[in-house]
């Protein structure tokens, strides 16, 4: 989803916090080199750091610009990230959701991106500044209404000379992937992944709209934040964090207030306040950019230069940080929602430049690294919650430490506090083994080495450390000291911070007695002007770059093959970079044959051998910095191992042994079935899983789907340990295929496996799986289901012809085209013109298995006083393509600059074989897009619009709120039926 804000999220029962970057270890200081650009005269200066594994330059502008560069070869791309030192702790208390809304406005253009007539725009901007002023005064409800009446009358006359989306078309043009932005508690950050050969477009375009601050089309725009607020209300983990986060910190503004905003600050919002803050904040010598891929150094400072360069310095922004009282007590909170309840626990840490902190992170591991934490085999592999986890979150002026889990079915959630109490206590006294903490350092190298190829990852690293307020060689020596952390910092630290001193949240099921939703303002479409173009969309246009040229895999040269005892296929891809490997045994054989099979793999993970306990296993496993699993799916079980190349015999052997020799375990099969119960009925308070996964498949197959077809309670309770492992045995007996991406060559992993993997002399057929038949939709039908939401939520699907690889370059080009990013039909359309929702989308979907169905698969997400126009809009566009030459060659290029810069490389291309031989095509399909690109035009883009989208049958499938669903609306589209939970879930 677009500008979307950073939230802390909740998968499954256990709670995960964004992933940060590990760096690389470094005892040397920094040096300074000169370098001088070839085509330029100007002089460059930069720091290093020796030994540093990413060679980064670190260059400061003249206006105290900070930019860290990095160079990664592995395709011609580069990840850029533009980083503002503010977030949300920097906002006025009576303007709180500032940052963020600036965030927003950041890609609205410049005085010359965006417009047709700057001089005439901003004459009706400054009117609408002035209304919202004065807007924010005022208490009458009616006198309220008169201006606001005002602000979107005259807001429609300023649209007239606006270019909506100028800069998400371009960068669309460009091939850029990823174009969003994020604001978080203390920084806003800008990114997108660009071809390297529109490095000069991509620095003009962010020089130019992040120089200045226009707030065009405002009231639209602050509508789709209004719809951010509703997702966020309605999301009981989000209120479930917001209230840990205010018990933590009462007096900083990490608690104080969110990112979004108060509801009444949204309804009150200040243009002025905004203009404020960006002319405080967003000065050069308060922001960074970095940078990591397929870039020449001085080629690119001088570009960066050149652009950014002219932006003026400014004042250095103070901020003094609000100093907590120590927490004496448990600061108890209570948050009531319609999903499955859970806890959440935190403890107060200093920031992130402290040592604390950094034992913080380690402590963490130790209680949770999803192995062999006192967590994870404590509670999660005897299964004595229904899941727990532990993640840090580590900020400038404080870091906190968060504790989570979800009860069993008849366990209270003060059990599963006092859970991970004792967890916590078993830290503060030591009792955890001491290899434990090599290993954890071990797990971070592996880490280390897998984050080095992403430049994503390598960025994001910069980030930290300039948000950390840290010159990178510190930064890399705080990895060091990590790696030098012992058994006695560790337990010092525990006794310093766990006592009784936490904020704990009870998330619990019920109607939430503090319910709030903002309300629908009226707001009059503005004009979409998808054909104007400013004088400064046409310089960046016409700016040349030279052409790169497109890889694709050939499956004959870039993989290879091998053959294993038995006849087993080995798909090969070697591994040039690091020690690290991946090995899969591929099984074509799923829930859909047996659904006993994914119990049995389920069931596999609390298992031991002859030789170990469950928990040892694992322990024996993250000892030498292997991983290993069993996954199913519907038609496939996934064998996995994986880690560090040198220990793959000793990693090997463990896997084998559990899958030859697995001992049964009663208790943790009853455990296991409970387990599974308590999760079917969490499972039917999840609003996505309701919306997203079970109407979906009723839709497509009807009530007997491969969604529904699982076991029964009663058949659960029946299955013996014996029946479970015998299916685990038999995995291997049935005929499979290995995939191996690691560093050895092939002729080595072939003998390797030859001698550890273990199989029959002969191989059983796979047996036929239970077949789903996929529906025709033969007349318009409404499908809805009671959820207690702010929001409405609806699912547009429609069936379509079966997957023909002679489709897929016009389909691809159609989706580019109608929902390709924010410069797109549906975006442009929904969103900015009439401010119907936060996030819309509308595709057609591939089939990923050579004879099934594709699917025109369309979402939007409103709140449900706006059902009827969302409705409209959204069907409307289904009906009737909008005409925009300029989009559909936008969309052109967009597909053929994101083509001719991917690379499929490393294991990628085992999986690209993967997934070629499902849908029985023996080549690259990329190609034949690439290669029908140019020849396509917009009237084949209507030709298969009106074919395969227009008035084709639906079924509609809607969640929201009985009390505020329009019935009578949803009457209009079709044939309108209520789906109980027990028909969709089967149970």
Sequence with gaps: MKKRILLLSLIGS????????????????????????????????????PNDPLKTRIYTLDNGLKVYLSQYKTAPRIQTYIAVRAGSKNDPADATGLAHYLEHMAFKGSTRLGTTNWEKEQQELAKIEALYELYRTQKDPELRKKTYHQIDSISGVAATYAVPNEYDKLVA???????????????????????????EKWAMLEAERLGVMIPRLFHTELEAVYEEKNRSLDSDNNKAFEAAFAALWPTHQYGTQTTIGTVEHLKNPSITEIKKYFEKYYVPNNMAIAMSGDLEFDETIRLIDEHFGRWEKGPEPEYNAPQE?????????????????????????????????????MINEILSNGQAGLIDLNINQKQ????????????????????????????????????????IELVKKGKFEDWLIPAIVNKNKIAKMQSYESNAARATAFVDAFIA??????????????????KQDVVEVANRYYGNNYAIVYKRTGQDPTAQKVEKPTITPVPANRDAQSDYYKLVASVPSTDLEPQFVDYKKDLQEGRLKSGIPVYYTRNQENGL?????????????????????????????????????????????????????????????????????????LFESLLQNPKADKKALEDLVDGILKDRENAKQDKNIIHGVAMVNYAKYGPKNPFTNILSAKELKKVKPQELLTIIKDIPSYQHHVLYYGPRPLQAITTTLNTGHQVPALLKPVPDQKAFNELSIKKPMVYWTDYDMVQAELIFL??????????????????????????????????????????????????????????????IGTQADKLPEAMAGMQGLLND??????????????????????????????MSYESARKLGIDHDIRRDIYESLGALTFEQIQAFHKQHIKEQNQAILVIGSKDRLNFKELANYGTVKKLTLKELFGY
């Design 14 to 49: 256990v709670l995960f916090a964004q992933c940060k970057t590990s760096t690389p270890s470094q005892t040397a200081a920094p040096t300074e080199t000169t370098a001088t650009a070839p085509t330029a005269k100007k002089e460059f200066t930069y720091t290093t750091v």
């Design 173 to 199: 043009a460009m091939g850029m992937k990823g174009s969003n932005a994020s604001t978080w508690v203390e920084q806003t950050i800008y990114y997108g992944d660009i071809p390297s050969n529109q490095l």
């Design 325 to 361: 009282k120590p927490i004496t007590s448990p600061v108890v909170r209570e948050v009531y929602g319609p999903e499955a309840e859970m806890l959440l626990m935190a403890y107060r840490f200093p920031g992130v430049k402290s040592k604390d902190a950094l034992v913080l992170r």
């Design 384 to 423: 004595a919650a229904l899941g727990a986890g532990s993640f840090a979150e580590i900020y400038n002026d404080y870091s906190a430490h968060f504790l989570s889990g979800s009860p069993r079915e008849g366990q209270t959630l003060d059990q599963v506090k006092n859970l991970l109490l004792q967890q």
């Design 469 to 486: 307020q840290m010159d990178w060689a510190e930064y890399l020596k705080r990895e060091e000291a990590f790696e030098q952390i012992t």
């Design 581 to 653: 490997f991946n090995l899969y045994y591929v099984v074509e054989m799923g829930t859909n044959h047996d659904p006993k099979i994914g119990l049995a793999v389920d069931y596999l993970q609390y298992l031991g051998t002859d030789k170990y306990t469950a928990e040892e296993l694992q322990k024996e496993f993250f000892k030498i910095g292997c991983n290993f699993g069993v996954s199913s799916g519907q038609e496939q079980v996934y064998v996995y191992l994986s880690g560090l190349d040198t220990n793959l015999e000793q990693g090997l052997q």
């Design 798 to 859: 429609s069936k379509s012809v079966n997957y023909d690889p002679k489709l897929v370059p016009v389909a691809r080009l159609y989706n580019e085209y109608f929902d390709g990013g924010m410069g797109a039909i549906v975006f442009q359309e929904l969103r900015e013109s009439r401010a119907l929702a936060y996030s819309a989308s509308s595709r057609y979907s591939i089939a990923n298995k050579q004879g099934r169905a594709n699917y025109v698969v369309s979402y």
């Design 881 to 910: 393509l909008p005409t925009a030459q300029a989009n559909f060659e936008n969309a052109k290029a967009s597909v053929r600059n994101s083509i001719a810069t991917e690379r499929i490389n490393k294991s990628g291309i085992l």
